[in-house]
């Protein structure tokens, strides 16, 4: 027991804990070679679940592309361009507005060379870029270093080799005036070479201050947060109660209770049968969200979130669900299903039996847990996580189950309950309406990867507004739906329902002339595919060096924001778009702060390569200011991946925790005032 109680910690631990520093991707690199003056530098890498790498040759506009380049070469040359291996998966990506090529579990890049002299040396790298659905790295270098004996020469190409050929960086970055044997490995004065020579400079004893580690101040302030999965099992659970009080469950409550206690003279044992009914309902949906799991996988799923195709069959299997809950028909399965398993559960007896029982309850039931079910399972699709399905059913099933066991232990219970009328069909259509307003989320996918144009920001909201306005009228009562009571009048429960969602309407309204509309935010088609947009309230950096930043806000008495970003980072963007637009926070960063944009993906050169000594103690090539800045957040602040945010005082001291993606713009103002308040302190 103790044993399994252990390995059940360790799990939650492994499902809720996140951790800083995230290493996805392994590469490895060797030379093939053969009996001709040609071979290949190969590079095979292996990537983690639910990470990708990007293929090579996406644009300048696209995410971190896999390249290869050279340092120093002499007796070899390059033959074509770098060569991507294995199976590539080409999708629609929304925020680039272009299609990207990548590569998930593995990947295999080859550059192939030619020989031109009797020996040979190359030093060159890949650099690579990988991200998963919620944080990116930061480009990525792997070493390529080779020399020996050529295995054959091809004479032609040795003759036209030009003396001039054996790369010229060395020579560039002496012209630059910086000796390379001042760069110490690991030294932080020597990083922090000039960039800007218009800001505020620091000397060398102040930079190196601002570059010392504060992994271990900032962890004091950072809490292990849970991640999605969390909510995502609430939303099991809230499906469950919906469930719950529909037409097909709610009246059987009654029926099953009675039928235990009537079993059994002995009302406990009736309560352990009403217990085991309900915890065979949790076996039977958990086991649903196994199946779909293992049947599809986790990178199997978040490509159908993703995939234009399958968004829209997505939008017509939510229509579908929503006509049937209007009553144009009932999602019914084969009758025969619950007969042949009715009569199996009379034929058996203990376990068994009870569990036959559950398993017809969820057949008899499925015209109004369908829908539901179904909605699930295509909503946590996106989260491309293998446990995202079952830990969902659990919650479903959880709230399913309860009322069974609970009237079980408490049979007067039943008398106070609610009776059963026309009330539950009101609920089906309520989430009818809802349905439907999610079906426009996929199409809207659809709509953006093949540009039609036909689903735009403006004509997204003016369907949500008329959905939400007609469920606001139903509830009501100026409208029947064909299983509505002929009579039907609104009380007041549904009279405030109609409130809100007459209300939320009209929240909608401004979005249609480019209001920000943050609760609808993550639901609609982003702002630029907006017409007509009145509404301009961004944020900009001030500074894109970090000891100009630092400098500047020293001087003006300001606390700073590090944003750690990339031209390719799409939840940068995200961010950027959802949260920073709000006049609450782009007041507070504007004016409060001093804000700090670092992209680790800056291709910039360096005036002079250095060399240092990274945290996992291996030696690496500072090459680009994008290095610079990534080897920054990783020797100082502990963590590689994008987007970070950190607020510093002066000093370069964490003001309170780091935060990544979270769209909670709430949050996100806390997180800045918590900031300021101990700036001031």
């Known amino acids: 027991m103790r044993k399994a109680m252990s390995l059940a910690l360790l799990l939650l631990v492994a499902m809720f804990c996140n951790a800083q520093m995230a290493d996805p991707v392994k590469f490895k690199s060797h030379l093939k070679t053969g009996s001709t003056a040609e071979a290949e530098i190969v590079f095979d890498g292996k990537i983690a679940h639910g990470w990708h790498v990007y293929s090579t040759n996406l644009g300048s506009d696209g995410p971190i592309e896999a390249s290869f380049h050279v340092d120093k070469k002499d007796g070899v040359e390059l033959v074509g361009k770098l060569t991507p291996r294995g199976h590539e998966i080409s999708m629609m990506d929304n925020m680039f507005g272009m299609k990207l090529r990548f590569f998930e579990n593995s990947v295999q890049f080859v550059q192939k060379v030619k020989f031109t002299k009797p020996t040979y ?135 099953t209770v009675s039928f235990f206690l009537k079993r059994n003279k002995d009302r406990k044992k009736a309560i352990r049968e009403a217990i085991t009914y309900g915890v065979s309902i949790v076996v039977i949906y958990v086991a649903l969200g196994l199946i779909v799991s293992l049947l599809f996988g986790a990178s199997a799923l978040n490509a159908l979130s993703t995939n234009a195709i399958f968004n829209i069959l997505f939008c017509l299997l939510l229509v579908v669900f929503a006509a049937s809950f209007f009553g144009a028909f009932e999602i019914t399965l084969p009758s025969s299903w619950s007969n042949k398993i009715d009569q199996k559960s009379d034929e058996t007896s203990g376990v068994l039996s009870i569990f036959l029982m559950a398993f017809t309850l969820s057949l008899v039931s499925f015209s109004c847990t369908g829908p539901i079910i179904g909605f699930l399972l295509v909503a946590v699709a996106s989260e491309g996580s293998i446990v995202a399905p079952t830990l969902g059913m659990l919650g479903f099933a959880v709230a399913l189950a309860i009322p069974f066991a609970l009237f079980a232990m408490f049979p007067t219970l039943l008398k106070s309950a609610p009776k059963s009328g026309g009330w539950m069909n009101v609920l089906k259509v309520v989430l009818g309406f809802i349905e439907l307003a999610f079906a426009l989320k996929f199409l809207s996918v659809a709509d953006l990867a093949y540009g039609w144009h036909i689903l735009d920001r403006e004509t997204f909201l003016a369907l949500w507004i008329a959905i939400f306005s007609l469920l606001g009228l139903y509830l009501l009562g100026i409208f029947n739906f064909p299983h509505d009571d002929e009579n039907r009048r609104t009380n007041v429960p549904q009279f405030f329902l109609a409130l809100g969602s007459l209300a939320f309407a009209f929240y909608m309204i401004p979005g249609l002339w480019g209001a920000p509309l943050k609760a609808v935010s993550a639901f609609a088609p982003p702002m630029n595919t907006q017409d007509f947009n009145l509404y301009k309230n961004e944020v900009h950096p001030r500074f894109k060096d970090f000891e100009a930043g630092m400098a500047a806000a020293r001087l003006e008495g300001k606390p700073v924001m590090i944003d750690f970003t990339g031209f390719g980072c799409v939840n940068c963007r995200k961010m950027e778009a959802a949260v920073w637009t709000d006049a609450k926070v782009a007041d507070m960063l504007n004016s409060k702060y001093v804000l700090i944009s670092l992209y680790v993906d800056d291709k910039t050169p360096l005036p002079e390569q250095i060399t240092v000594t990274d945290t996992d103690g291996t030696q690496r090539t500072l090459r680009t200011v994008g290095d610079k800045w990534s080897y920054l957040q990783r020797h100082k602040f502990g963590s590689n991946t994008q987007p970070m945010y950190i607020l510093l005082d002066n000093e370069g001291k964490p003001l309170t925790g780091s935060r990544s993606y979270d769209e909670d713009i709430n949050e996100y103002m806390d997180f800045l005032k918590v900031g300021l308040d101990n700036y001031n302190k």
Request: aromatic content about 8%.
């Open 121 to 255: 040396t190359i030093k060159a790298y890949l650099e690579y870029g990988a991200c998963n659905d919620e944080m990116c790295m930061p480009p990525t270098q792997v070493n390529a270093h080779f020399s020996g004996k050529s295995p054959a020469i091809d004479g032609k190409a040795a003759a036209d080799e030009k003396s001039a050929e054996t790369d010229d960086v060395a020579e560039t970055l002496k012209a630059g005036g910086l000796d390379s044997s001042m760069v110490k490995a690991g030294a932080v004065d020597s990083v922090a070479v000039a960039d800007s020579a218009a800001a505020p400079q620091l000397d060398n004893a102040e930079v190196q201050k601002l570059w010392t580690p504060v992994i271990k101040e900032l962890a004091k302030f950072d809490k292990p947060v849970s991640n999605s999965l969390l909510y995502i099992f609430l939303a099991g659970l809230v499906g469950g109660f919906l469930a719950l009080f529909t037409p097909c469950v709610w009246p059987i409550i009654p029926m």
